[in-house]
């Protein structure tokens, strides 16, 4: 059992953001009702290729440890049985445009009139007020419109997007913040409260000694490829055989940098001793030290480093990481069997407690494997009702769940 063993989260979101917080939240103990549009199910369920038994890899990957509940929120009834399930629950979850639900009768606040206790988090692109509400939020146009893409990539080249879908993740682990939190204050309140997040907001926040660099001088960073505004060197090097990251982060450091890289000239030069000269005379100092690191290969420079405590970094593909000892034995990468997929894996919530008590994960539902079960249990509807729903497209039931009678 995980720390938010007990939680009960209704999770109405779909695609990225939404689904990476409520498996955050899952992760931790919380039982998350997925609720998803009868025909087709969560967007992200389309995402592809690759699939694997007919499920998207990209849907796999962030909806472990939930049950799927298909309902057609756009019918009276489908609204009516979400209500009366957000009755039941602790939070509710929703990635829908500003207005959205509440033309479909789900208004945080008339929810919460007839269930005090209930915690709502909307994650929007832009935010629920603004100019700029009603415009649609995806990873890319929030990654452009946060200043992201422009201080990233090379400085000669285009705006660069980050490489995951920063953005929605982001936003996901605010949002699971915003509902603990909110939960920890119901504790001692007894209330609910509405958590707003805003993709905009939450990539923009990364900005910190970016947006400092231009609160103190009015200028706007630039695009600096892999280096840093603040600290040389800093950066990636390429050795005779490959890449590598070195960060010489401190004048304690630097020296023994030096010494790695036999330089005893550089350690003894006062221009360099201070970390503000080393930034202010960057364009000399790092060409040459580029020269001494392209003269042996990565694994030379990486022992030296090593030995040196000078902070170092290989630079691995994808693959590398998924398979990496590092990971694997911290059993950060987690099997699951999936009834259609065969055996799913994922890289599973970083946050770990000394028991290890809640290591157990359940593969990502199918589209309505836990339809009758959710309102079976919840609100004790019979199987010739659910059936009856079932057949007016209302509710979708998938023939692998536990049925109830």
């Known amino acids: 059992m995980g720390p938010l063993s007990g939680v009960r989260i209704l999770d109405l979101s ?61 019918a009276p009834e489908g609204a009516g049985i979400v209500r009366r399930l957000a009755a039941q629950c602790d939070v509710m979850l929703d990635n829908f445009r500003p207005g959205a639900m509440e033309r479909l009768g789900l208004d945080h606040r008339e929810l919460r009139a007839a269930n005090p206790g209930l915690i709502s988090c909307s994650i929007t692109g832009f935010g629920r007020t603004g100019a700029d509400a009603q415009r649609p939020g995806y990873d890319l146009i929030i990654q452009g419109e946060s200043g992201i893409m422009d201080i990233t990539g090379d400085p000669n080249g285009p705006p660069t997007k980050v490489g995951t879908s920063i953005g929605d993740l982001l936003t996901g682990q605010f949002a699971s913040q915003g509902i603990m939190a909110a939960l920890l204050e119901r504790a001692r309140t007894g209330k609910g409260r509405h958590v707003d997040i805003s993709m905009l907001d939450c990539m923009a926040s990364l900005l910190t000694f970016n947006a400092g660099i231009y609160f103190t001088t009015g200028k706007s960073p630039q695009r600096r490829g892999n280096t ?32 790695v890289i036999e330089r005893p000239v550089l350690a003894a030069e006062p221009r360099f001793a201070k970390a503000v000269d080393r930034v202010r ?30 902070p170092y970094g290989d630079i691995r593909s994808v693959q590398e990481v998924c398979e990496a000892e590092q990971l694997t034995s911290r059993g950060m990468v987690v099997e699951m069997q999936h009834p259609t997929a065969g055996t799913v894996r994922n890289i599973v919530s970083p946050v770990r407690f000394d028991d290890g008590s809640f290591d157990d994960h359940q593969p990502p539902p199918l589209l309505g494997q836990h339809t009758a079960e959710i309102v079976g249990e919840l609100l004790g509807m019979s199987r010739t009702e659910i059936d009856a729903l079932a057949d007016r497209g209302v509710l979708r039931c998938n023939d692998l769940e536990v049925t109830h009678g």
């Open 281 to 310: 005379l960057r364009e000399e100092l790092v060409p040459v030290v580029a020269e001494v690191i392209a003269t042996k290969p990565r694994r030379h420079w990486i022992d030296r480093l090593s030995k040196a405590g000078v």
């Open 228 to 259: 840093h505004a603040t600290i040389a060197p800093y950066e990636t090097f390429r050795a005779s055989d490959g890449w590598l990251n070195i960060g010489v982060a401190s004048d304690k450091f630097w020296q023994l940098f030096c010494g």
């Open 14 to 74: 779909r695609v990225v953001s939404g689904p990476f917080c409520s498996m955050l939240l899952a992760d931790l103990g919380a039982e998350v009702i997925k609720i998803e549009e009868p025909e087709h199910g969560d967007d992200s369920r389309a995402f592809g290729p690759p699939f694997s038994g007919g499920e998207s890899a990209y849907f796999l990957s962030v909806n472990r440890n939930k049950r799927s509940c298909a309902v057609n929120m756009k």
